[in-house]
């Protein structure tokens, strides 16, 4: 079966420092991937999506970067973090050509 | 273009008691929807999905929606409440079949459960 994996799940990082969230699937190849982040009361906001090694679409500009180095590993980074960037990470991932989504269990920023 | 609207921020129910959370859409063209499920801390879990077969989805945990095109709306019924239940639930839009990347998110109602 598929799997989801996001780490870390709780980060407090201090503003300027910088920022590695790591997500990888399991069970599946060449899944599409996302980056969602939720604010409170605001549902989600797609970040970043990705078909496949190498090819990264970003939704909104943004302090934060996406890059897929394997086809199952996704990563959200930045060089330098804002307090606006505190919030709740979602990865995702779904087959490709299909609209149902599978979540990671979230990764939330703190940014002090 | 594409939106949903989830009509109550907040629902508060008894337990044993049924739920109704109210989602309304637009859409351009034939939609699917979608409930997701979200308990605190976590990722969000698939309740159900309509992708334009029968208009009365089944979903997990006793929970179902009904299509209705006439109103579109789509709202998420269970009979009687659990206390497992309370979370906070979001109804999503897709007019496009074919990507994940044309979800619509609602902003979400979050569902309390009382003993």
């Known amino acids: 079966s598929q799997t989801i994996h996001q780490w870390p799940a709780t980060l407090v990082q201090p503003v300027g420092s910088p920022l590695s969230l790591e997500c990888t699937v399991e069970g599946t190849s060449n899944p599409n991937l996302y980056w969602y982040r939720q604010a409170a009361g605001r549902g989600l906001q797609l970040l970043f999506y990705?078909?496949?090694?190498?090819?990264i679409s970003s939704e909104v500009p943004q302090n934060l970067s996406a890059s897929r180095p394997q086809d199952r590993q996704f990563i959200l980074s930045s060089k330098k973090l804002l307090l606006s960037d505190s919030g709740f990470y979602l990865c995702?991932?779904?087959?490709?050509?299909?609209?149902?989504?599978?979540f990671g269990a979230g990764s939330r920023l703190t940014v002090l | 273009a594409q939106s949903v609207t989830q009509l109550d921020s907040h629902v508060s129910v008894s337990e044993g008691t049924p739920v109704l959370l109210r989602c309304n859409y637009s859409?351009?063209?034939?939609?699917?929807l979608f409930w997701y499920v979200q308990h605190p801390n976590k990722g969000l879990q698939l309740l159900l999905k309509y992708t334009s077969a029968a208009t009365l989805v089944k979903g997990i945990n006793g929970f179902e929606a009904e299509f209705k095109k006439s109103e579109t709306s789509f709202h998420l019924t269970k009979p009687s409440a659990h206390m497992s239940d309370a979370a906070e639930y979001f109804c999503?839009?897709?007019?496009?079949?074919?990507?994940?990347?044309?979800?619509?998110f609602g902003s979400g109602t979050q569902l309390t459960v009382l003993p």
């Open positions: 859409s351009s063209y034939s939609p699917s």
């Open positions: 999503v839009v897709s007019s496009f079949s074919g990507s994940a990347r044309q979800l619509t």
């Open positions: 995702a991932w779904s087959g490709s050509g299909a609209n149902v989504l599978t």
């Open positions: 990705s078909v496949g090694i190498g090819q």
